[in-house]
Nanobody, 120 residues
Framework: QVQLVESGGGLVQAGGSLRLSCAASGGDLSMYRMAWFRQAPGKERLLVAI????????YYTDFMKGRSTISRDNAKSTLYLQMNSLKPDGTAVYFCAARRPQVVDRYEHWGPGTQVTVSS
């Protein structure tokens, strides 16, 4: 059973940067496609970015496109999200998630989330 734990959130001023990390345990992270999601207060959980098993393919939604980079280090069992030029609408809880390639309709494993607060 893969367990995920996010870290790196915090309070940052608008225009600043944060690097989120997601540490995995209990499984081989290289077998999983990974993603970052965000959930703002009172809003639904939304996709931010995805990355395939070896990092050769990434996808970004419009929210952070051009201002973020998703990456992974399978040897360290860690997923990252570098976020730059943050805006107040980036305030949310950020979650990492993992799924096996054959599971196409949902992410199987989720972390508890890390809070990001962007002040204006």
């Amino acid at each position: 059973q893969v367990q995920l734990v996010e870290s790196g959130g915090g309070l940052v001023q608008a225009g600043g940067s944060l690097r989120l990390s997601c540490a995995a345990s209990g499984g081989d992270l290289s077998m999983y496609r990974m993603a970052w999601f965000r959930q703002a207060p009172g809003k639904e959980r939304l996709l931010v970015a995805i990355i395939n098993q070896n990092g050769s393919y990434t996808y970004y939604t419009d929210f952070m496109k051009g201002r973020s980079t998703i990456s992974r280090d399978n040897a360290k069992s860690t997923l990252y999200l570098q976020m730059n030029s943050l805006k107040p609408d980036g305030t949310a809880v950020y979650f990492c998630a993992a799924r096996r390639p054959q599971v196409v309709d949902r992410y199987e494993h989720w972390g508890p989330g890390t809070q990001v607060t962007v002040s204006s």
